[in-house]
């Protein structure tokens, strides 16, 4: 406990108020790069996600090239990529392997959203004479959004764990904290770091959260596929399992910095 | 559901993945990875576990650098020569980092650099050259560290600009950026802007105020890159790099002597002190800086492994 | 590629060590990830605190973890035990959640009809929950196996070697393929013990093979039999 008080002394300190090394600027560095990745993940992966939802095509690749890219060593890509830039254009490198990180998760979240939709009301909306445009963006998108923003959450949890990384590359972030301490072993210093990017990601957390809430209490939440009774217990239980193998999308959507 | 059922009481998925996994880990590894023999520059696991203090294997220890690494692999080969066991725990981190892992008994030997190991122990020290620093190492280290013989090669921390920014503002020594009228970024690892012979230096000695970028790669090609597209203004590299020959920079000298003398030095525990110099003194008599350099060069432009780097040098001089 | 035949030994070593440090939190976290899941999906009042709590852990960023541990818990930061150590948390933070998650999925009308024929809440668990769930556990089993494999090579900004080494050495050096082994090594672990997962999966739980997915907007296709997307609990919680 006397480290968590020494780390708070640090954080609070005057000389953390100040500068370029300043909490306030790192923790903004921080975010702008967070928001930078999670924007362009976004822009990426949910138009593919969409689509991979509405088709039911493209599914496997789109699972593949996100295990493959969850596989990927943000250390290992930020270094390699950095090299390949120069460290004039680091913050291209870092977001790029951030985005890498993001995509997957939005993917799971964005096609895992419309996948959630009942295919009645799908049927009902193209029995009522809806284009597929219409259908996708009037009713499946709506529906779906707390699933796309469970993916967006977690892709925004893993770039902040993982913008530690940029200062490893003269991108500085709240990162540069730790990466200092380890090297002149200041733990103050670095557990001070890594407080406020847990404090920043349960504050994240905490706007998505809230953001699912707002959109969930406007609407009936959907219903568990258990609940319909159709199916003997055999074949719901094939069905219930298959559909978490291939698809369940926490574990689609989770990853790691 | 009969089937499942009973075929599932004695199959625990858990159980089984578990085993599947270790099976795997088992043909790999044809047995316990951290025993692997074969020593390599980075011989993996390093048994880290064990710790030390039973002195029945040697440790040694490296920076987190390529160049002390091949270092580290010349005092692990002439030690193995010498009938010792080592292993080998490379690659630490910086001197915090390690010197803790040290004064811990947990690394027995490991190159060090003299002047950056004295200034670490007593910032405010006098000591600048060889001798002086050579001389004033032993007081200030802790009981149970000790320095054997240093080596003529020197790998000293260094300030360097583009030959061009050094033409164009006329700047060639670090006494000449007190008058330069723009913002002075410096780039290096993390650990300089803390250093006596960083920020705080350059401050203390030469009345410049410098902005700091921590790139994390000792001086390497991003560090290189950043200086010469203007994203820092200069950066630490260490003299012993075989780019600064190149002639693409210039490293600006330093006439109040804020960067001390940096001779290669072994780092060892008190208690070993004298068996290891048998062994270890020939070595540090034979590495000169030209030497260092060559090596350097065989590992960043040949792109060899440090063992055979330094088992090429060893054989050279006749240590092998 | 002159780097890559000087130094396939120590890319072999250091794959080898990789996987090693990489199967022991992967394993560890399962193992204590499952009983906690159990636990979080039996008892509702437990779960959302338990998952919070286990979900801070997550947020730690991993550098800062590898240092901060072994003063806590008394070792050496370069042990291997400290990566192994802070990987099997985050291990158990992420599969905690995907194992109440996949007990949660269970079909209840099935768990129903093993208690009305008599199975013990011992047997039921044993004989119905765990094998329904099985599938899922393994998937998220899968996610965890390669999130572990690629955060083991962060060790190396504190000193615990690992492929993470060819990155800052690479980097030092200049050397691309150096990196570049690195990162193919790392990727072909995690597709190697992701496979393993996968084909034990195959054959402890046959039943779990996926039939062919129906395309939901064929008009043609009976859309009541298609199978249904996750509860928002899944991915939102």
């Known amino acids: 406990m006397n480290l968590f008080r020494e780390a708070f002394a640090w954080l609070f300190a005057p000389e953390q108020q100040v500068g370029a090394d300043a909490v306030l600027v790192r923790l903004g560095e921080h975010l702008l790069y967070t928001a930078i990745a999670v924007v362009i993940s976004a822009v990426i992966a949910i138009p593919i996600g969409y689509w991979i939802g509405h088709t039911g095509r493209g599914k496997q690749v789109a699972v593949a090239c996100s295990g493959a890219a969850r596989a990927l060593p943000s250390l290992g890509l930020l270094t390699i990529l950095t090299l390949l830039v120069g460290v004039g254009d680091a913050v291209l490198a870092a977001t790029v392997v951030f985005v890498v990180l993001g995509v997957p998760a939005v993917l799971a979240g964005a096609y895992a959203g419309v996948e959630s939709v009942d295919p009645d009301v799908v049927d009902a909306a193209r029995a009522m004479g809806m284009t597929e445009w219409q259908i996708l963006l009037r009713v499946e998108a709506p529906i779906g959004l707390g699933l796309l923003l469970g993916g967006l959450r977690s892709a925004t949890l893993q770039i902040v764990a993982t913008a530690v990384l940029a200062a490893y590359v003269g991108l500085g972030g709240l990162g540069i904290y730790i990466i200092r301490g380890i090297a002149i072993r200041a733990y103050e210093q670095m557990l001070g770091g890594a407080l406020v990017i847990v404090v920043l990601a349960l504050v994240l957390d905490g706007v998505f959260a809230l953001a699912t809430w707002l959109i969930t209490r406007a609407r009936r939440t959907p219903v568990r596929p258990g609940d319909l009774g159709g199916p003997g217990p055999a074949e719901t239980a094939a069905g219930t399992a298959q559909d978490q193998t291939s698809r369940s999308p926490a574990a689609a959507t989770e990853g790691s910095s | 559901m009969t089937t499942h059922q009973r075929s599932w009481r004695r199959t625990v998925p858990g159980a089984l993945v578990t085993g599947a996994a270790l099976a795997l880990v088992a043909a790999c590894g044809s047995g316990d990875p951290l025993a692997d023999p074969d020593a390599s520059s980075t011989d993996g696991g390093s048994g880290t576990d064990g710790g030390s203090g039973d002195g029945a294997a040697i440790v040694v220890g490296s920076q987190a650098y390529y160049s002390n690494e091949i270092i580290a692999e010349a005092y692990a080969q002439v030690l193995e020569d010498a009938g010792y066991t080592v292993e080998r725990q490379f690659q630490i981190g910086q001197r915090d980092a390690y010197l803790q892992a040290m004064e811990g008994g947990e690394v027995q030997v490991l190159p060090e650099y003299t002047g950056n190991l004295l200034q670490f122990y007593t910032p405010d020290t006098e000591a600048r050259s060889p001798e002086d620093v050579a001389a004033a190492l032993p007081d200030a280290l802790p009981d149970d560290l000790a320095v054997l013989d240093y080596a003529e090669a020197e790998d000293a921390d260094s300030y360097n600009v583009t030959a061009e920014f050094s033409e164009s503002n006329g700047i060639t020594s670090l006494a000449d950026l007190a008058d330069y009228d723009g913002t002075i970024t410096i780039g290096g690892n993390a650990e300089l802007e803390s250093r006596p012979y960083g920020p705080p230096g350059l401050q203390e000695f030469y009345g410049v105020d410098v902005e700091f970028t921590a790139i994390g790669d000792s001086g390497g090609p991003l560090t290189k890159d950043a200086i010469r597209d203007g994203t820092i203004t200069m950066g630490d590299i260490y003299t012993a790099d075989p780019d600064l020959a190149t002639g693409d920079f210039v490293t600006l000298e330093d006439p109040e002597n804020m960067i001390l003398a940096q001779n290669v030095v072994p780092l060892v525990s008190a208690d070993l002190s004298e068996e290891l110099a048998e062994v270890l003194d020939p070595v540090s008599a034979a590495l000169t800086t030209e030497a260092l350099i060559q090596m350097n060069a065989a590992s960043v432009n040949d792109q060899q492994d440090s063992a055979t780097i330094a088992s090429d040098w060893l054989t050279e001089e006749g240590l092998l | ?237």
């Open chain 3, 1 to 237: 590629m002159t780097w890559v035949g000087a130094n396939i030994a120590q890319v072999w070593n250091l794959s080898v060590l990789h996987l090693w440090l990489s199967v022991q939190p992967i394993v560890i976290g399962f193992v204590i990830a499952v009983p906690l899941g159990l636990v979080a999906w039996r008892y509702r009042w437990l779960r959302g605190g338990l998952l919070s709590v286990i979900g801070l852990l997550y947020t730690i960023p991993s550098l800062a973890l590898f240092v901060l541990l072994p003063p806590v818990i008394g070792i050496s930061v370069l042990a291997d035990a400290n990566l192994v150590i802070a990987l099997s948390i985050y291990a158990v933070a992420l599969m905690t959640r995907f194992a109440a998650d996949a007990f949660a999925a269970v079909d209840p009308v099935v768990r129903r009809s093993a208690v009305a024929i008599g199975y013990s809440s011992w047997r039921r668990f044993w004989a119905v929950d765990l094998p329904l769930a099985g599938p899922a556990l393994l998937a998220g089993l899968r996610v965890v196996a390669v999130s572990t494999v690629s955060l083991v090579t962060v060790g190396i900004l504190v000193g615990i070697d690992s492929l993470g080494l060819l990155f800052t050495d690479g980097l030092q050096r200049g050397i691309l393929a150096e990196i570049a082994t690195g990162i193919v090594m790392t990727v072909v672990i995690a597709l190697v013990l992701d496979l393993v997962i996968a084909l034990a999966g195959r054959l402890l739980m046959p039943w779990a093979r996926r039939p062919p997915r129906r395309r939901r907007w064929l008009p043609w296709r009976s859309s009541r039999t298609s199978a249904r997307g996750a509860t928002a609990a899944e991915v939102a919680e």
